[in-house]
Nanobody, 117 residues
Framework: QVQLVESGGGLVQAGGSLRLSCAAS????????MAWYRQAPGKEREMVAS????????AYVDSVRGRFSISRDNAKNTVWLQMASLKPEDTAIYYC??????????WGQGTRVTVSS
């Protein structure tokens, strides 16, 4: 059974930084492109960053490009999201999962990021 465990969220002032981690188990991690998603209060879940299975390719939604960086270590079954220059509109619960072209794994509990102005 695939398990995704997100961590690293917290309360940070606008302009600050956080690094989110996602530890995956129960899958051949290196076979899957992975992504970070977020869901803000009252909004739909959106994908903010993705990374290819090898880590050689990344993509970002316009609202975070240049501020967020996704990376992975297939030996550690872990994907990270480095977030900088955080804005109040980045406040959300952040989740990791595979990319939408694959069947999603069961969602983890997510990690909450709150950015104060």
């Amino acid at each position: 059974q695939v398990q995704l465990v997100e961590s690293g969220g917290g309360l940070v002032q606008a302009g600050g930084s956080l690094r989110l981690s996602c530890a995956a188990s129960g899958l051949t991690f290196s076979n899957y492109a992975m992504a970070w998603y977020r869901q803000a209060p009252g909004k739909e879940r959106e994908m903010v960053a993705s990374i290819s299975s090898s880590g050689g390719g990344t993509a970002y939604v316009d609202s975070v490009r240049g501020r967020f960086s996704i990376s992975r270590d297939n030996a550690k079954n872990t994907v990270w999201l480095q977030m900088a220059s955080l804005k109040p509109e980045d406040t959300a619960i952040y989740y990791c999962n595979t990319v939408p072209t694959n069947l999603y794994f069961t969602w983890g509990q997510g990690t909450r990021v709150t950015v104060s102005s």
